[in-house]
């Protein structure tokens, strides 16, 4: 994201002179990505109304705040982040417009670091894409639980308990998913963007490769020659896109390979994935269907 424009500082402003006329009727909670606001509302409550910042569809490498998102979080008084630089953006932007708010890097509470600001996707550890192994989610509500607590006391004993249940609900997930792509267990994905090092950690697929290895950056003749020494190699016969990404690169590497394109969808928040474990239901049920055997 590039820096704040005067139009933005200006949204800012006026949200925040506006903030005590336009209270919300429950306390208001944030989060980058629908998958966090998901993970947030598991553990929030009815008491709590959760917004996400990013809309569906858009690229958070490439993501520009209208006055309109700026208005919607800035009466927030808890925002969740991913951390680990996928959405650095989000600490200038909670200190321009949502300055009443604590900033909660849900990454860093699960071990997810990146100290340097370099592109680490596909480094376990580093990589900012954890949200996609169910088993790191759960590990990230007792945190999260703790957050609402310290805004809440008197809720505490709630959001702990939602917190529990919720991390119940997820390894329950983790292990309906581990029986779904067992079929397919140790075969390569080859997707749009280098988003699954820990999704096909956890259900044993080989992390192939992507086409846009640098966010936001078209992939370079020569990328796409190494992908389809890939794809020929390995006999690989899907490619998956993202709906955050431009298709057309997965449909020139799969016209040229001669193998077909998928939908897989690390975000959601569109009717059919909209909350986590529609998400990634929805994702397993498209790599079992990709990989399996025609």
């Known amino acids: 994201m590039r820096p704040l424009s005067r139009i933005l500082l200006t949204a800012c402003l006026g949200a925040a002179a506006a903030r005590g006329e336009t209270a919300p009727p429950r306390r208001v909670a944030a989060a980058t990505i629908a998958p966090l606001a998901s993970l947030a509302a598991m553990v929030a409550g009815p008491e709590w109304e959760i917004r996400t910042i990013i809309p569906p569809g858009v690229s958070p490498h490439v993501f520009e705040p209208s006055p309109r998102d700026v208005r919607r979080f800035a009466p927030a008084r808890l925002v969740v982040a991913v951390g680990a630089g996928y959405d650095d953006w989000v600490g200038k932007l909670v200190a321009a417009c949502a300055s009443d708010a604590v900033l909660h890097d849900a ?4 071990g997810v670091v990146s100290e340097d600001g370099g592109d680490h996707d596909g480094e376990i550890g580093h990589d900012p894409h954890w949200w996609l192994s169910p088993k790191l989610a759960a590990r990230a509500l007792a945190p999260l639980a703790e957050r609402f607590a310290r805004l809440d006391p008197a809720g505490a004993a709630g959001y702990r308990m939602r917190a529990r249940d919720g991390e119940a609900a997820l390894l ?3 292990a309906e998913l581990t029986a779904l792509l067992a079929p397919v267990k140790g075969r390569p994905i080859v997707g749009a963007h280098n988003s699954w090092a820990y999704f096909a950690a956890d259900y044993g697929l080989e992390n192939g490769g992507a086409i846009e290895t640098v966010p936001g950056r078209e992939p370079s003749p020569r990328d796409i020659k190494r992908l389809l020494d890939l794809v ?3 006999n690989v016969r ?3 896109a993202e709906p955050q990404f431009p298709p057309a690169a997965a449909r020139i590497l799969a016209s040229d ?7 897989v969808d690390a975000i959601g928040g569109v009717p059919g994935r909209a909350d986590y474990a529609a998400m990634l239901r929805f994702d397993a049920r498209a790599f079992r269907k990709g990989l399996g055997t025609p």
Do not use: C, P
């Open 107 to 110: 990454g860093r509470s699960v």
């Open 172 to 174: 329950a997930l983790d």
């Open 257 to 263: 390979a001669g193998i077909r394109v998928a939908l």
């Open 238 to 240: 899907v490619v998956f």
């Open 232 to 234: 020929r190699g390995r």
